[in-house]
């Protein structure tokens, strides 16, 4: 079964969008352009990434 996690390897900020595209079993740039595409139009990208900052359980090693 597949959990929705912050990953560790391959993060730029805090690995939200490497969870999210591991989740999904997309290509992580997609979903960091998203992210920014979100932010630059509505800045609802930025509160996005915070929510999902702290919603989002860390990877486990």
Excluded: N, Q
Excluded at 21 to 49: C, E, M, N, Q, W
Aim: with cysteine; proline share 3%; net charge positive.
């Amino acid at each position: 079964m597949k959990k929705l996690v912050r990953v560790r390897k391959g993060r730029y900020l805090a690995g939200v969008c490497g969870g999210i595209a591991k989740f999904f079993d997309i290509d992580p740039k997609i979903i960091r352009l998203l992210f920014v595409l979100f932010t630059l139009a509505y800045s609802s990208g930025l509160i996005a990434y915070i929510i999902f900052m702290i919603v989002m359980p860390k990877e486990t090693k």
